[in-house]
């Protein structure tokens, strides 16, 4: 498709009510925006946020709806006020497509903390379609040693789990604990373990206690044993959970020594019910954080094709769309499903 040309509908796979299996449906995207690039969609990941937008977990669906926020393709179109790519140039785009760029988080370079951020799946179509537009600056070129089969999730997963690793400034001499070895964790394991973190494992089950090694894990511990929690007590710097459980939070503040830090990227269902007198004593600290922004995107991007880095993928045809969110909710995905769009 030419540069020039224009599209009056794009096609995708959507769900017309919440938690209804998803069906081809078309929509008018409406002009091209002036700073907005077009991209033909070749392979997206499925997030277990997709899953909660199908089902309105958050309230905020609006059907039809089309998910899909991992998105790998080539440009096709672009605005006329685009700068820095290239009609063909293959980019990644994740949870966040547009931001203002005028206000000071913007101009300071965290575009991910815009008052006015645009999400690519609340309140628009997704990328399991044909086709996905998004801000110039929020489609981020995919280095050509990444393959782009696999590299979907980084620009979700990947960049969640990576951006505290800058922004709080995590050294490779750390002790780093990884709570929750999933579609996150696993990749948590293997940037911190390239980083040169000494990395311990938290997992549900030491079941996975082989798998956390071969993914980056010095240390396995279960996250429900106690003992095994009071035994490293006051060894860990940073502790990173991206687990969607309730654990005994008390317990893992313990487990980190002065200065330390938990903190969260994954949604975790209850209040934590920490103390001030758990943090002030050893000034410790309790945080979050969302995806990273698009420069700090990047730099994971870089990172990971100087490491060979990439997330442990499970492949389905776009036209199983419905087959792979059932893969993905029966909780047997390793680690993270991928729809190829040319199937």
């Known amino acids: ?51 909660s937008m199908i089902d309105n977990e958050w309230g905020l669906s609006q059907y039809p709806f089309i998910p ?36 000071s988080s913007c101009i300071s370079g965290s575009h991910h903390l815009c008052s006015t951020v645009k999400p690519t799946i609340i309140g628009s179509n997704g990328g399991f ?12 070129p995919l280095p050509k040693e990444l393959d782009p089969a ?20 995590v050294k490779p001499t750390d002790r780093v604990g990884v709570v929750g070895i999933g579609g996150l964790g696993h990749l948590a394991l293997r940037f911190l373990n390239a980083w040169g973190c000494e990395v311990t494992a938290f997992t549900s089950t030491l079941n ?20 095994a929690l009071r035994a490293i007590a006051g060894t860990l710097d940073f502790l990173l959970v991206s687990a969607s459980a309730d654990l005994d939070w008390p317990a893992m503040l313990e487990t980190l020594r002065g200065k330390g830090r938990l903190h969260f990227v994954g949604i975790v269902p209850s209040a934590i019910p920490v103390h001030v007198f758990n ?24 990172f990971c094709a100087r490491h060979n880095i990439l997330p442990q993928v499970e492949i389905f045809p776009m036209s199983r769309v419905n087959e792979a969110i059932d893969h993905l909710r029966s909780g047997k995905a ?3 499903v991928v729809l190829d769009a040319n199937k």
């Open 129 to 140: 379609a044909d086709y996905l537009r998004s801000h110039w600056a929020w489609a981020v």
């Open 1 to 51: 498709m030419s540069a020039s040309t224009e599209l009056n509908s794009f096609t995708g796979w959507a769900a017309m009510a919440a938690g209804a299996p998803l069906e081809r449906y078309s929509y008018n995207p409406g002009p091209l925006g002036d700073e907005e690039v077009e991209v033909a969609v070749e392979y997206c990941g499925v997030c277990h946020s997709d899953q």
């Open 334 to 336: 390793r680690y993270r």
């Open 279 to 302: 943090l002030i004593p050893q000034q410790k600290s309790l945080s979050g954080s969302p995806i990273g922004s698009p420069n700090n995107t990047a730099t994971m991007l870089e």
């Open 208 to 227: 996975k206690q082989d798998e956390a090694k071969r993914l980056g894990a010095h240390n396995v511990i279960a996250s429900t044993d106690s003992n």
């Open 68 to 103: 899909g926020h991992e998105v790998v393709g080539s440009i096709v179109r672009m605005g006329t006020h685009v700068r820095g790519l290239d009609v063909g140039q293959r980019v990644g785009i994740g949870w966040y497509k547009g931001s203002c760029m005028h206000c």
């Open 150 to 169: 696999m590299a979907g999730p980084l620009f979700c997963a990947g960049s969640t789990v990576f951006n505290p690793l800058l922004e709080f400034e």
